[in-house]
């Protein structure tokens, strides 16, 4: 089976409770959905950017599409890795090809989690998973409570269980509803280890920080709640 790549690299998780750890990163094309802060360009590449010395901003060009059996190799060719690192994109439109990577690492699914029915093909397949919840209201002929509850089913498909750890992520704008905040972490709590808040990090769309310590606050009564905002970004990494 063959996809489109925009890159394979090794890096550290920049995001979430396992920020630090060492992984490899398979960043897959194509996104269902269009959120105004994306950092990422979802566009299908004529080529896949491998690193294959990390950090060194050396990259090979590879003609796409490539093959799952090419994709696993590249991955398992990085030392001392902890997870393997499924973004984009949105990495679950793959659901059939990730189901068929062979890799040496517990894979770590990065999604937004509006695919439940991709998601069933992959549920035993991930030990982790980063989920978000996107609070966003620009969704092509879908309205936000249908997008929530495919959003919710999703969560339902990949929760947190002994052998899967799944948490959420909450990307928070100056735009964010706290309403809309506690509803959703109402709606998922049973899901997930803990919920994570991103803020945005763009600085002009960024919430002041006395509305990210009070949303933290609120949230503590139900579940824990971290705010961790992107580290890769902080210091340059990929
Ligand atoms: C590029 S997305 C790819 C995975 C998947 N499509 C998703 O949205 O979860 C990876 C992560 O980056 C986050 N992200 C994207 N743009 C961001 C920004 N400007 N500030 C903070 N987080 C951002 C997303 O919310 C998501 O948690
Ligand atoms: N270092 C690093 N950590 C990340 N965590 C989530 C990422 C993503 O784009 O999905 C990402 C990324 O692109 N780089
Ligand atoms: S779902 Fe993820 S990849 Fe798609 S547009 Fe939103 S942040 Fe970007
Ligand atoms: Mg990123």
């Given at each position: ?21 060492r992984?490899a990163f398979v960043r ?6 269009n ?5 990422t360009?979802?566009?299908k590449?004529a080529f ?5 010395v990390?950090?060194?901003n050396?990259?090979?060009?590879l003609p796409?599409?490539l093959?799952?059996e ?5 991955l ?9 690192s ?5 990495p679950?439109l793959?659901a059939?090809?990730?189901a068929?990577?062979?890799?040496s690492r ?5 999604s937004n989690?509006t695919l439940?029915?991709?998601a069933?093909?992959?549920?035993d397949k991930?030990s982790y998973v980063s989920?978000?919840v996107?609070?966003i209201?620009e969704?092509?002929?879908?309205n936000?409570?249908s997008h929530?509850?495919?959003t919710f089913e999703?969560?339902?498909?990949l929760?947190?269980?002994?052998d ?10 100056k735009?964010?509803s706290a309403?809309d ?6 709606a998922?709590?049973d ?10 990090t763009?600085?002009h769309l ?8 009070k949303?933290q ?7 824990d709640t971290?705010?961790?905002?992107q580290?890769h970004k902080m210091?340059?990494c990929?």
């Amino acid at each position: 089976m063959q996809v489109p790549v925009s890159e394979i690299f090794c890096s550290v998780q920049g995001e979430g409770p396992h920020v630090g750890v060492r992984q490899a990163f398979v960043r897959f094309v194509g996104c269902n959905l269009n959120c105004s802060y994306c950092d990422t360009n979802v566009q299908k590449p004529a080529f896949c950017k491998f690193e294959e010395v990390p950090g060194t901003n050396v990259f090979q060009e590879l003609p796409n599409p490539l093959n799952v059996e090419n994709v696993s190799e590249l991955l398992n060719s990085y030392e001392n890795v902890h997870s393997i690192s499924l973004t984009g994109g949105e990495p679950l439109l793959e659901a059939d090809f990730i189901a068929e990577m062979d890799v040496s690492r517990p894979l770590y699914l990065e999604s937004n989690m509006t695919l439940p029915d991709m998601a069933k093909k992959i549920r035993d397949k991930v030990s982790y998973v980063s989920g978000d919840v996107k609070l966003i209201d620009e969704f092509e002929g879908e309205n936000f409570e249908s997008h929530l509850e495919r959003t919710f089913e999703c969560f339902r498909t990949l929760r947190n269980t002994k052998d899967r750890e799944c948490f959420c992520k909450l990307v928070i704008t100056k735009d964010t509803s706290a309403e809309d905040v506690q509803g959703v972490v109402d709606a998922i709590a049973d899901y997930v280890s803990c919920v994570v808040l991103q803020p945005v990090t763009q600085k002009h769309l960024a919430p002041e920080i006395d509305v990210m310590l009070k949303l933290q606050n609120d949230l503590l009564d139900s579940i824990d709640t971290l705010i961790i905002p992107q580290t890769h970004k902080m210091w340059g990494c990929l």
